[in-house]
């Protein structure tokens, strides 16, 4: 019996759930459990039904595993209103139509639905690892979608995957030209992102006696190409936090909006003189989920959304949910607030909890009664951690009053208890002092002008205000472990056991070797060519489309289309051709062919649309002694071409060809 045509072939149902199970995976860490295992027992619902050990779920089965699937996510997640929530539902949903597809339109469904679905994935990450493994689901799901066309396969076959990614290869031209002139807009609503994403990198509060190791981790911060001469590592202060409150153990921010109205108006130099040139560069900074940026001092930016804090630091006013651009200027020399500080801001920048550290306490003052000004003070307390501190990844743990147990007893730890205690005296002084949180240095790739950051280049250092010079940056890591300042901490500390404690397969712990080296080169290269040319192209696209157009304007952008479209059409148009030239000619069509050939040569070609038995006809008018072999010609050839009653004997028909001799000229 013919199969029908609106039935399901066993490759496309195959194809279907194969493109299902690509999806799936391609959300794994988005999904809850539940969901992945429904999802599982549907498929294999399906290949047992395929296989027939069990029919299709009656109608109350169904019922139950909806109801079941609505009370889960309800369960699972307080709102639906989010992207994980919506995700597990579409999902779910996938899954559950599975169990009742039996027609060609249900297929269709399922795969325009896992196109969609895979797309979903480049709003939770754009990295290029995620970016292939959507392609691949692009290309399992138009194999699906071609399968679904072939009713003809009643087996497994590979055949519509070529299809397919003959498909997709000639729609690139299209997509790189859609790529080049679309702008990129902002979508016209808003999608709840994970409320449980991870937040990485230098948090926004710092209480270093809380921290028994400082574990280092390769990933990447930010990278920062500049547009001249990268500076010295000495002067990459990568400053994104400023600790101004203390409360005896942790130092936090001080609020944004406070009475001495800490976020400036944008063109703004207000409490900053700036000396020198500036520097330019262009920061791609990672996702975090928060709002903060990490630039060299003084920056200014003329990005949309970001605002400049007193402080002398940038701030998005969105948090930053996904990997992003941003164009700033920094000038190195400068003095910060020279003039005096808000008595808001320096109230708090002195203050101490009362009965905090009273050890400190007594010999801040003691030293600042001792010594004739503040940079004198400085200098002696840097000496002090000159003397007698040690840099370690792994510092003893600390009690209640942290800092005089770091400062004489343990006198062991990183750059957060060295900046972190090294304010606190400076206030027991009675000077105004605070916490720096940011990045020191970065990788510079030897042959391209950037710079990349990883989290295991976080650092802190202070900063004191001295009259007449604002404030200035003090780092006491400086004076215990200046090598820390020259190098980074993959160069110090590649050999021990606490480095990179949570990326044991990281390839930064094998970079004295030159060829692992290498690769770590060329990946940091291609994931940055990735974040500025792809993901930022927005910021390039009218610098680019005028160097490759000469001029912006409609005509050219719409000749550009037409040629990619061309391209796109080339290749059908060469297989059509090929295709064609491939027909083999009638023998019999080939042998007139020689005859009016030759009659052509004698000044007497065949007109248009001419039959040749009217064409042998004019022939025997106008030439009288070719009259016979003309019409002997033509008369056999259609005998033999269209009477089949006529022995097909093309040697006769080639004879007579090959023996008409038509003179070269007629007189």
Known sequence: MKRPDWQLSRN???????????????????????????????????????????????????????IGSVAGLTLVYPSLLGLEPMLSMLIAGFGLKLLEMHHKRDAFALVYLAFFTAAVDCIFTQEIPNFILVLVTFVIAATALVSINQSKSRGFSMSPSYTALKMMATAIPLMLALFLVVPRLGAFWSIPMPKNQAQTGVGDTLSPGDISSLVGSDKLAFR???????????????????FSQFDGREWRQADFYGPDQPILSRGSDESIVRLGEPISYSLTMEPTN???????????????????????????????EQRQ????????????????????????????????????????R??????PDVEALIARVLQLFNRSFIYTLEPPLLGTHA???????????????????????????????????????????????????????????????????????????????????????????DNEDGFLADSPLSLIRFRDFEFVNWIVLQRDYLDYAWATWVLGYDQRQAEFLKRLLGQVSMFRLILLFLVAAGISLLPYLVKWL??????????????IQIFCAKMARAGMPRRTGEGIFDFACRIAAERPQLENEAMAIATTYINQRYDKRFPQQINELRRMVRRFNAPKRFE
């Open 12 to 66: 496309g149902l195959f194809w279907v759930l194969f493109a299902f199970a690509a999806v799936i995976l391609l959300h794994l860490d988005h999904l809850p459990p539940w969901v992945t295992a429904l999802a599982g027992l549907c498929i294999l619902w399906r290949v047992l039904e395929y296989r027939g050990r069990v029919s299709f779920p009656p109608w109350p089965l169904k019922a139950v595993l909806v």
């Open 224 to 242: 920062v190409r500049f547009d001249g001469d990268v500076p010295a590592r000495e002067r990459l202060y990568w400053r994104g936090l400023v």
């Open 290 to 320: 928060r709002r903060w940026l990490f630039a060299l001092s003084t920056p200014t930016s003329s990005e949309p959304g970001i605002q400049r804090i007193r402080d002398s630091r940038l701030v998005s006013v969105d948090r930053i």
């Open 325 to 364: 651009n941003f164009t700033i200027r920094s000038w190195l020399d400068y003095r910060l607030e020279p003039e005096g500080l808000h008595p808001y801001r320096e109230e708090m920048e002195r203050h101490l909890p009362p009965g905090s550290n009273p050890e400190t306490m007594r010999v801040a």
């Open 366 to 371: 003691k030293w600042a009664s001792e010594t």
């Open 403 to 493: 800092v005089d147990e770091f400062l004489w007893e343990t006198r062991r730890g990183f750059c957060g208890h060295f900046a972190g205690s090294f304010a606190f005296f400076m206030r027991a002084a009675g000077y105004p002092a605070r916490v720096v949180g940011g990045y020191l240095g970065g990788e510079v790739h030897p042959s391209e002008n950037f710079v990349t950051v990883r989290q295991y280049d976080a650092h802190a250092w202070a900063e004191v205000w001295i009259a007449e010079k604002g404030w200035v940056r003090i780092d006491p890591t400086a004076a215990v472990a200046p090598e820390r300042i020259e190098m980074s901490l993959a160069d110090l500390f």
């Open 578 to 591: 090929i295709i064609r030239q491939r027909v083999k000619l009638d023998p019999r069509d080939a042998m």
